[in-house]
């Protein structure tokens, strides 16, 4: 069954360093996904892109935070000034119809230090 | 926005017996409902989802309920077995964007052998 792959698994970064998380969603999918899930709590949107543009974002999603599809295959999420509060569980998800079914990630684990 | 609560936050039961978790939505223009489980450390994985034009649908022994008219649905697992055990989430969607998806707080269902 094809499966949508993450990189790295887990990241520890300094406090006020910049960080890229990876994402292969599966290869015919269109519509591509961010979430992220704090320790212990509920999973929360961060970001929908679509046709090579961000299609929806949540109030999480700030300026520090973007999004890149830079190569056809692979799709980036950017934290740019970490914080402490980023530490968290971060998947990216794929659907080839936005209108239901996605898939996630195995997700990657970043720690804030 | 949407907001999604779930309940009961934790769940007991003995193997064999049924479990169900119920939700409410407050957007009327959700209509995008899926169910996802996740282990410990590990990924949420699709089990179920409901569009809005369907009250009920069925797989094996899992099966969920929608009254968009109450704006609630709910998961029902019959005859539970240990590896049930694990969080349980519902989101809600709009159809536009299904992946924008708002959470419920999940549900820990323990079933004891």
């Known amino acids: 069954e094809p499966e949508v792959t993450q990189t790295p698994s887990h990241q520890v970064t300094q406090m006020g360093q910049e960080v890229i998380l990876r994402c292969v969603p599966i290869s015919n999918h269109l519509y591509f996904y961010w979430y992220r899930q704090i320790l212990g709590q509920k999973v929360e949107f961060l970001v929908s892109f679509y046709n090579n543009e961000i299609s929806e974002k949540s109030e999480i999603f700030d300026d520090q935070f973007s999004v890149e599809r830079p190569d056809g295959s692979n799709f980036t999420l950017k934290i740019r000034s970490t914080k402490l509060e980023d530490s968290a569980m971060y998947f990216c998800?794929?659907?080839?119809?936005?209108?239901?079914?996605?898939?996630f990630g195995s997700g990657t684990r970043l720690t804030v230090v | 926005g949407e907001n999604v609560e779930q309940h009961p936050s934790t769940l007991s039961v003995q193997e064999g017996d049924s479990a169900v978790i119920k939700c409410t939505y407050s957007d009327s223009a959700s209509n995008y409902f899926p169910w996802y489980k996740q282990e410990l450390g590990k990924r949420p994985q699709l089990i179920i989802d409901?569009?809005?034009?369907?009250g009920e649908k069925k797989d094996q022994r899992i099966a969920v309920t929608l009254n968009k008219t109450a704006k609630h649905f709910s998961l029902h697992i019959t005859e539970t077995q240990p590896e049930d055990s694990a969080v349980y989430f519902c989101?809600?969607?709009?159809?536009?964007?299904?992946?924008?998806?708002?959470f419920g707080d999940g549900t820990t269902l323990t079933v004891k052998p």
């Open positions: 998800a794929s659907s080839w119809t936005g209108s239901y079914g996605y898939t």
């Open positions: 989101a809600a969607s709009p159809n536009t964007n299904a992946g924008k998806s708002t």
């Open positions: 409901i569009r809005s034009n369907v």
